[in-house]
C-alpha cells in the first residue's frame, strides 16, 4: 500500500508568518510521530499522536508550536509566527502499535524555509 | 532518558568492500528495540534493519546485518558487498518498550560513501 506522505514537499516563508504541515500516514497506522531534523541539532521529537490524542507533547519547543489530528489519520503540525531558527526538515512517521511491531515508517518530509 | 551515540560522523568504503557502522546507547530500561535507518539525500528516511532487545540472535537482512552485545549496549552495523547505492547518511535509534507507542531516540549519524 502507499507509504506516509507529506506535503508540502518544501516551503519558504517569511518570519512572522504561520504555516501549516499536513502528514497523511500509512493506513490503518494508529500511532503518528512529527520529528524536526535540522542541521545544528539532529532529529529531534516533537510530538506524538495515539488515535486522535497526543500523550506526549514533550518535544514542543515552544507555544507556537502546535498539532493536530483528526479522524485518527492527517495530522497537521502548524507553527506561527514563524522565526529563522525554525528553518529544518520536518518528519512524520506513523506505526502499529508495539505489539504488532511499533517501526515507524517515515514520510518523505516537508523542508521549511523561514527567510 | 536514552542517549545514542555514533561516533563515527563520516566513514568511505570501497564498493563491494565491507564497513561498520558503530552505535552505543545508554538506557536502564530492560525492552527495547533498535534500529538502523538510511537516509539517501533524497531525505527519506529508509529502515534498514531493526534488533528487539529480548533476541540473542543478531538481525540480518541480505547484505545488512547487527552486532548486538546487550551488556555492552553496542549495536553495530556491518555492510557487505557496498553498492554506490548503499551511499547515505545511517541513523542508529532506540525505541523504549511500553505498553503504548514511545518515540524514537536517534543518534546524530554517520555519513557513508561508498567509492567506485
Known amino acids: 500500500g502507499a507509504g506516509v506522505s507529506q506535503s508540502p514537499s518544501n516551503k519558504v516563508t517569511e518570519k512572522g508568518k504561520d504555516v501549516e504541515l499536513r502528514c497523511d500516514p500509512i493506513?490503518?497506522?494508529?500511532?503518528l510521530y512529527w520529528y524536526r531534523q535540522s542541521l545544528g541539532q539532529g532529529l529531534e521529537f516533537l510530538i506524538y499522536f495515539q488515535g486522535n490524542s497526543a500523550p506526549d507533547k514533550s518535544g514542543l519547543p515552544s507555544d507556537r508550536f502546535s498539532a493536530e489530528r483528526t479522524g485518527g489519520s492527517v495530522s497537521t503540525l502548524t507553527i506561527q509566527r514563524t522565526q529563522q531558527e525554525d528553518s529544518a526538515v520536518y518528519l512524520c512517521a506513523s506505526s502499529l502499535t508495539p505489539v504488532q511491531g511499533g517501526t515507524q515508517y517515515f514520510g518523505p518530509g516537508t523542508r521549511l524555509l523561514v527567510l | 532518558a536514552q542517549t545514542v551515540t555514533q561516533s563515527q560522523p563520516e566513514m568511505s568504503v570501497q564498493e563491494a568492500e565491507t564497513v561498520t557502522l558503530s552505535c552505543t546507547y545508554d538506557?536502564?530500561?530492560?525492552?527495547?528495540?533498535l534500529f538502523w535507518y538510511k537516509q539517501p539525500p533524497s531525505r527519506q528516511m529508509i529502515l534498514v534493519i531493526r534488533?528487539?532487545?529480548?533476541?540473542?540472535q543478531n538481525a540480518t537482512e541480505n547484505r545488512f546485518s547487527v552486532n548486538f552485545q546487550k551488556a555492552a549496549k553496542s549495536f553495530s552495523l556491518k555492510i557487505s558487498d557496498s553498492q554506490l547505492g548503499d551511499t547515505a547518511m545511517y541513523f542508529c535509534?532506540?525505541?523504549?518498550?511500553?505498553?503504548?507507542?514511545?518515540?524514537?531516540?536517534f543518534g546524530k549519524g554517520t555519513r557513508l560513501s561508498v567509492i567506485a
Open positions: 493506513s490503518g497506522h494508529t500511532a
Open positions: 535509534a532506540f525505541m523504549r518498550l511500553n505498553s503504548g507507542n514511545t518515540p524514537l531516540v
Open positions: 534488533q528487539e532487545a529480548y533476541k540473542q
Open positions: 538506557t536502564s530500561e530492560n525492552n527495547y528495540y
